[in-house]
């Protein structure tokens, strides 16, 4: 069933979140995140911090669909995006760090998520009124995603010391921009604006989406090696990781 207020929203993240913990599932490192920004954004609301805070909360439901009906598919076997599959297959995958997996979720829910939910959520206003609270919302992700980097120091302390050892050409995973994501998710809405919404330049954008997802989930040879090494110190159950991206 799709959510369709904020705190639906935040009910929902609770219900994935305590889940994953119980079943020890990866998936729920991204959840503990979505949550935070999502609570974030309901703060911002209340706050009056947005230019329009009954369009930012439909543009946060709208947006959490699509992140939620990929879960749900996911979890029934059933087809999501490609982006989508990209990142939640890796956890089925054993050598991937905690940042890998959110980075993953990232990438699928602003590169390509993030374009579509702006254009669901002005209906038949211009695309052009949305930018600000568009920008705003990305500002909070940019705020976390930093709060959650200092999370990981303490799952995993050889990651402040080994991540800055990969080289320039490598650098994809550890330098991962909001700031260049939210950009090229914009760019994309006006151009799938401007197509008069053609579903084929989704599919097109899923397909590139999910190469780049690909490429975080394996990475040149060297951030291989420093990711195992960083791995071998993020030694406790996922619940417990979990725990520690909450606090």
Not at 17 to 23: A, G, L, M, P
Not at 210 to 228: E, S, V
Request: with cysteine; charged share 20%; aromatic share 8%.
């Amino acid at each position: 069933m799709q959510c369709t207020t904020i705190d639906e929203v935040i009910v929902r993240l609770n219900q994935i979140v305590d889940e994953c913990k119980t079943q020890q599932d990866a998936l729920g490192y991204f959840a503990v995140l979505y949550r935070k920004v999502t609570i974030r954004v309901k703060q911002g609301i209340l706050k009056n911090e947005f230019e329009n805070g009954a369009r930012m909360e439909r543009l946060d439901v709208v947006f959490a669909n699509r992140y939620f009906d990929a879960f749900d598919a996911y979890r029934l076997k059933q087809p999501c995006s490609q982006s989508w599959q990209t990142a939640f297959d890796a956890v089925n995958e054993s050598g991937h760090v905690l940042l890998q997996h959110l980075l993953l979720g990232i990438n699928a829910h602003i590169n390509l998520d993030l374009g579509i939910a702006a254009l669901n959520a002005v209906g038949n206003q211009p695309l052009l009124s949305i930018q600000n609270d568009f920008n705003a919302i990305n500002a909070v992700l940019c705020e976390l995603v930093d709060d959650v980097k200092t999370d990981i120091g303490d799952v995993s302390p050889v990651f402040k010391w080994l991540m800055p050892l990969a080289p320039k050409t490598e650098e994809m995973l550890i330098n991962f921009s909001i700031q260049i994501a939210r950009d090229g998710a914009w760019k994309f809405a006006n151009e799938l604006d401007a197509s008069g919404r053609n579903h084929s330049m989704i599919q097109e954008r899923d397909s590139v989406i999910a190469l780049l997802g690909l490429a975080i989930r394996k990475p040149g040879t060297i951030l291989q090696i420093i990711n195992f090494v960083i791995a071998l110190f993020e030694w406790r159950t996922v619940a417990d990781k979990m725990k520690i991206l909450e606090k």
